[in-house]
């Protein structure tokens, strides 16, 4: 059983930043896609940044990118997501994501917003960008 759990959210004015923290635990292969969904109230939930543990390979939707950074602390099981230049488009409930097995399909799935491809969820983290 995988277990995630979230932290790092906030309020910022637009162009601040926070970083997302992703602590996971239970059975874990490095060969895990993990990653990060968003969702917004009337919107459908997107895929924002995605890291292969087997090879650190990153995918980021294009909303995201050159702002967004994801990355892993082996050593603790942590995914991070630092947002920079934060927009009030950015303001959602953002997910740790965890697939049933590992891949780099889960990679591509989460870049195009397969959420229903992944089993394993942590509980949120609310991010408020006001203007």
């Known amino acids: 059983e995988v277990q995630l759990v979230e932290s790092g959210g906030g309020s910022v004015q637009a162009g601040g930043s926070l970083r997302l923290s992703c602590a996971a635990s239970?059975?874990?292969?490095?060969?895990?896609?993990m990653g990060w969904f968003r969702h917004a109230p009337g919107k459908e939930r997107e895929g924002v940044a995605g890291?292969?543990?087997?090879?650190?390979?990153?995918y980021y939707a294009d909303s995201v990118k050159g702002r967004f950074t994801i990355s892993r602390d082996t050593g603790n099981n942590t995914v991070y997501l630092q947002m920079n230049d934060l927009k009030p488009e950015d303001s959602a409930r953002y997910y740790c994501?965890?697939?049933?097995?590992?891949?780099?399909?889960?990679?591509?799935?989460?870049?195009?917003?397969?959420?229903?491809?992944?089993?394993?969820w942590g509980q949120g983290t609310q991010v408020t960008v006001s203007s």
């Open positions: 994501a965890a697939p049933p097995r590992g891949g780099t399909w889960y990679c591509w799935s989460l870049s195009k917003g397969r959420s229903t491809d992944f089993d394993y």
């Open positions: 239970g059975h874990f292969l490095s060969a895990y896609c």
């Open positions: 890291i292969y543990l087997g090879d650190n390979t990153k």
